[in-house]
């Protein structure tokens, strides 16, 4: 098991996000870490599947029960454990934390607000 308060590697970090939305397979792993990251974050089969098997390791997930037969028997599906949700929200807060810190020392660049002209809505 992971201390709770040791930060995670961002592809077991994207891993652990993706799968608060429900049980995944390999490839779909892939993309939603890609989706989640805005395409800033590409996994390989090589990092998925041996961030796959650290994270199952350290019981942060757990494989899933196979499929109904429709599916590809070869896929393996993936779910957190509870100390895998417990792993993801603490480095959530984490990460919280320190883009306040940010924000409180002008790090981060604002975004300008719209504005809109007189007279319109």
Do not use: C, W
Request: proline share 7%.
């Amino acid at each position: 098991m992971t201390d709770p308060g040791t930060p995670l590697q961002p592809a077991a970090f994207h891993i652990l996000l993706a799968l608060a939305a429900g049980e995944r397979h390999g490839y779909a792993l892939m993309s939603d870490v890609e989706e989640l990251s805005d395409g800033a974050l590409r996994i390989g089969p090589g990092t998925l599947y041996g961030s796959i098997k650290r994270l199952v390791g350290t019981g942060l997930i757990e494989e899933a029960e196979p499929r109904a037969s429709d599916d590809d028997q070869r896929r393996r599906y993936y779910r957190l454990t509870p100390a895998g949700r417990a792993a993801l929200a603490a480095e959530a807060t984490r990460l919280e934390r320190l883009v306040s810190v940010a924000a409180r020392r002008n790090v981060l660049r604002r975004r300008p607000t719209p504005r809109t002209r007189l007279g319109e809505a």
